[in-house]
């Protein structure tokens, strides 16, 4: 008899029991004399329990903490229990009861009579079903206006579906106080007629991880103004936002498929929308009854399917922009709206035009729009030779028609000195007029480009024969003439350098070793070696400069001064060491002695 038992609970759970817990007690787990016990999460409680006969005498109850029992099997040699609930069954030599239903508890009368011969329960446990579920691990919350649907981590995040007056969603009674939706990240699916008639909702975040946007979703949200429709959704289903009056931007996230029947119907807030070259079916009347719309954009080639009726009774100036080379395409799908079907305009064009263009738009100076900077929606850039002469404007082209910016006579970029350097710059330019005080008219920037110069490097020494600590000199040039005012660095830190008054011409003289040697041009117009004064720490050195070397270099604005924390690679071969010297004069001269040797003021050994 026992092995029949164990057949029978064998093959009850192996059927249909994927989601749930099963938990099976025989009587070997019967205690000897008690009136309750525990196994496995499920307690059975009874006036009296024999294990030694496995019998259990009611009236009693079996609980669990695990979720809600669905279905109760008791199989003994003789069973009487019974009470709501409970069908008998039985068979050859044996009989039973089941109870099916949903609960955590249930209660039995009579008696479970295992006589010595075996007894067998079988419990079927389904997690417990949250009071605020609305979905498969979801749950919904509603504080102050803001329903919020949170995913559990643990389903597949598909809310329920709901019918608008037979049953409609948990929320129901309070829809009319909803103002704002947010639906957590994990939710896969909304429901159909989810937020249907919640007219006082103004915004919803749905997250990048739902699919699909179900049947009526949205239905009649007449104070809903906008609606983000993200990325990972494939499908907006029938009349999912129909009825949203005041709904006046939509954007359609670039891997939606299919737009259903009626989708956006009665929509009359919409005055534009551009459909993504992923959708491949628009659903008839997708768009009818959106009485201000005025322009629709489709990116897509084609259509599997073109809806009829999709855009009746929308505005009579209508047009539908489709791609250039797709025109008769919908025209043929869509013949009843032929003559509003249109090539999308081309996007307007800028260009530099200026004296060095006589004036005139050349394709030679057409802006490319500038992908890099993410600080403006929209900026344009050309790459350009300019000199201090140069004057400019720049035009948008669109169409037929040119719009010069600045506007106005005069008002040219290079007008008033804005060029003050020859050299090689990048013109931006924002349309949109958004620059701040460093943009020409707010709207027009010019920046050189930072080109290869000659760095100089060397080591001081102070006029007074103290030892430095490592104080160096920076500085760079170009062919002709200094390019930037010379720096020193000490201790860590930056200091520019000032020189005396008549000390205002600068180049080099070759030396040995392919060094070079700093000189000015004195008040008496003769060049000699370069002395260096400085106040405020200094105030009262005077330094002369070691041997420098000239290092070719790219430098872009302001790296210098990260030279402080950072020596560029390559630079310490040529930097003088701590050393101690003193100084002489000799003749006239002042020479430097160290290590038992001369050397000129900038570092020259005597020869």
Known sequence: MRKLFTFLCAALMSVGMFAATVVTITDSDFPASESSFTKDGVTVSAYAIDGMQGNISGPGSFSTTLGNFTK????????????????????????????????????????????????????????????????????????????????????????DDYLYFEDPAPWDSSKESITSVIISNGVTRIGYYAFAGCTSLTTVTIPNSVTCIGYSAFYNCSSLTSVTIPNSVTSIEIGAFSGCSSLTSVTIGNSVTSIGNGAFQSCSGITSITIPSSVTSIGERAFAKCSNLETVTILADSLESYGTYAFDYTAAALKIYVPAGSVDTYKAGWSAYADKIFAIPAAPKYYIVGNMTDWAVSADYEMTPNNVRVDTDEEYKYDITLTTASQFKVVKVDGETQTWYPDGMGNNYGEHGEIERDGDYTIY?????????????????????????????????????????????????????????????????????????????????????????????????????????????????????????????????????????????GLDEVLSEKAACTKVMLNGKLYIIRDGKYYTVLGQPVR
């Open 72 to 159: 109760i099997e008791v199989f003994a040699p003789a069973v009487s229990i019974g009470g709501d609930g409970w069908v008998s069954v039985g068979g050859d030599g044996w009989s039973g009861s089941t109870w099916i239903g949903n609960a955590a508890s249930v209660s039995f009368s009579g008696n479970i009579e295992g006589m010595g011969l075996g007894a067998t329960l079988v419990f079927t446990i389904e997690p417990a079903v949250p009071e605020n579920s609305c979905g498969d691990g979801l749950t919904w919350e509603l504080n102050a206006g803001v329903l919020t649907i949170s995913y559990d981590g643990v389903g597949t995040g598909a809310m």
């Open 429 to 569: 330019f924002r349309p949109a007029l958004d620059g701040n005080e460093d943009w020409f008219y707010g709207c027009i920037m010019a920046i050189r480009h930072a080109t290869p110069e000659r760095v100089v490097v060397g080591a001081l020494f102070p006029a007074n024969g103290k030892p430095t600590e490592g104080v160096k000199i920076f500085g760079s040039f170009s062919e002709e003439e200094f390019d930037m005012t010379l720096i020193t660095e000490t201790g860590g830190y930056i200091h520019s350098e000032i020189m005396a008054a008549d000390q205002d011409e600068f180049m080099f003289r070759d030396a040995a070793d392919e060094e070079n040697v700093l000189v000015v041009r004195n008040a008496e117009g003769q060049w000699e070696d370069a002395v260096f004064t400085f106040d405020e720490e200094w105030e009262e050195d005077t330094y002369k400069g070691a041997p420098v070397k000239m290092i070719d270099m790219d430098l872009s604005d302001n790296s210098k001064y990260a030279w402080a924390n950072a020596i560029p690679e």
